[in-house]
């Protein structure tokens, strides 16, 4: 029997699997992840009759073909997420805690499976996901150095960016196994100062890059910013796109980042208002997310005027 853990390599993800192992370790099984938008993972899984499959954080509806293949194999899959999730299939070898709601991370739903374990990390995970409101209602009544946790979570995150795993600071494989040894976050950052150090390091210097950003369309309700073509770009687009939301929370935001001659987008929907960004994005050919938060993998520059103007009347 074999068994693989396929994850995100956001911080939803991660951290999703790091709760996960603490409380049910399985040091055998085979990580599959891969950058952020690498989300068609299961692809990668070759099963047979018995093997166990945990899925965290990426689309059913994406994975979909590949996940009725692994059942069908005999196989048994765990999956838990919080993305479109149409057609989920009914098998007896399928466990699914699955919400899609706008106000829900992967990680808070592995949360509620554990009965708040390991709350801390949930909450970390959700800050790194943007939704600080969430995280801090999580952590109501606990002793948590909530700052902390939330800069850890947003730099979690902000290592899954890139066109590919070489712009990335860690693997996520790699940073989760940097984690995982650890029952709380707080223990992590007295413990493994170095890795924490080095994406702070590395956030730091990208921001200030992207605080430069070219606007491409600016109005009460929405922005629309374009980044240089190179690593540091496209490892603070999705953060750089979260910290703008949280500054302008009735506005939305959209995050073009130039690989060549085509673009890669980011959108987030007003915080005020957490709907709209995955229907915008799947009006495009490799778009897909959710409501709150969605994105474009490649982008066209001829398309970019029609984005624009998809954006604006979307928001």
């Known amino acids: ?87 989920q299939p009914e098998h007896d070898n399928l466990q699914a805690c699955i919400d899609v709601s706008p106000e829900v991370c992967t990680a808070l739903i592995i949360d509620d499976c554990l009965e708040g374990a390991y ?19 999580k952590a109501a ?23 590919d795993t070489s712009d990335l ?4 494989a790699d940073l989760y196994k940097a984690l995982a040894p650890f029952d709380t976050p707080m223990e992590f950052l007295e413990g493994n100062k170095e890795v924490y150090q080095k994406l702070d390091d590395g956030y730091e210097s990208d921001l200030s890059a992207a605080k430069s950003a070219k606007v491409l369309d600016e109005s009460v309700k929405g922005l629309v910013i374009e980044l240089a073509d190179d690593a540091s770009s496209r490892r603070i687009s999705g953060v750089y796109g979260n910290q703008l939301a949280q500054e302008n929370p009735g506005r939305a935001h ?49 398309d970019v005027d029609r984005f624009i103007d998809a954006f604006i009347g979307a928001f």
């Open 119 to 137: 709350r801390a990390w949930a909450v970390t995970a959700a800050f790194g996901d943007n939704f600080p409101k969430i995280a801090k209602a």
């Open 1 to 87: 029997m074999a068994a693989f853990d396929v994850f995100n390599g956001d911080a939803d993800g991660v951290i999703s699997l790091v709760q996960m192992r603490r409380a049910d370790p399985r040091p055998e099984a085979k990580l599959i992840t891969g950058r952020k938008r690498d989300i068609n993972l299961l692809k990668r899984v070759k099963t047979k009759a018995g093997d166990q499959v945990t899925v965290l954080d990426i689309s059913l509806r994406s994975n979909l073909d590949d996940l009725n293949r692994i059942l069908t194999s005999g196989a048994s899959v765990f999956y838990a997420d919080h993305h479109n999730a149409d057609g």
């Open 141 to 163: 009544g606990l002793d948590l150095p909530l700052e902390q946790l939330e800069r850890l979570g947003m730099l979690v995150n902000y290592n899954g960016y890139g066109a």
């Open 254 to 302: 959209a995050v073009l980042t130039r690989t060549g001659e085509n673009y890669l987008v980011s959108v987030r929907a007003p915080l005020s208002n957490r709907t709209g960004a995955d229907k915008l994005c799947l009006q495009f050919e490799t778009g897909g997310g959710r409501a709150a938060a969605a994105g474009i993998n490649v982008l066209p520059e001829r």
């Open 169 to 172: 600071h860690f693997h996520p």
